[in-house]
């Protein structure tokens, strides 16, 4: 799976999910890779899908590895970065963009994890990380480290 954030300091673009995975949240922008494309392709397809945004740079800048003990599922997520892009966000029947201040990102309306990883996402640190679910909502554990 891919997810894209659109960062422009002091602001960043997020997107609340009308349906689909993570429905009535806050996220980034991204989804399943599809058989013959690339993971950066797949970023690309999924941010203008949703956003009507075109990537004009993608960075990785981490890996979350989700798993979820009631069901056995595990996830894992290409985290980029998109600092330049072209077109004018549009809402879209899966996601309604909104930019937020740093200091007023809706970490409640988000997924758990995201308050743990977003930070050095801002300080310019890649990461790789693993979150351990109960279900989709609760969070049993994790562990987040800086990679070079």
Same mark, same amino acid.
């Given at each position: ?22 429905? @009535?949240?806050? &996220?980034?922008?991204?989804? %399943? =890779?599809? #058989? ?10 999924? $941010?203008?899908?949703?956003? @009507?945004?075109? &990537?004009?740079?993608?960075? %990785? =800048?981490? #890996? ?10 595990? $996830? ?14 549009? #809402? ?57």
């Amino acid at each position: 799976m891919t997810l894209c954030i659109i960062y422009q300091h002091p602001r960043i673009l997020l997107g609340y999910k009308k349906r689909g995975f993570w429905v @009535g949240c806050w &996220a980034g922008f991204g989804g %399943k =890779v599809e #058989e013959g494309e690339t993971i950066e392709e797949s970023a690309k397809r999924e $941010l203008k899908e949703e956003s @009507g945004l075109s &990537a004009t740079d993608l960075q %990785k =800048v981490g #890996e979350l590895n989700f798993e979820f003990k009631n069901s056995g599922e595990r $996830l894992k997520v290409h985290v980029f970065k998109v600092t330049d892009f072209s077109g004018e966000e549009k #809402e879209t029947d899966e996601m309604k963009p909104q930019w937020f201040f740093i200091d007023e990102i809706p970490f409640k309306g988000m997924w758990p994890d995201s308050v743990y990883w977003m930070p050095l996402f801002f300080a310019g640190r890649k990461f790789q990380a693993q979150f351990i679910f109960a279900d989709y909502e609760t969070l049993l554990d994790r562990e987040v480290r800086i990679v070079d």
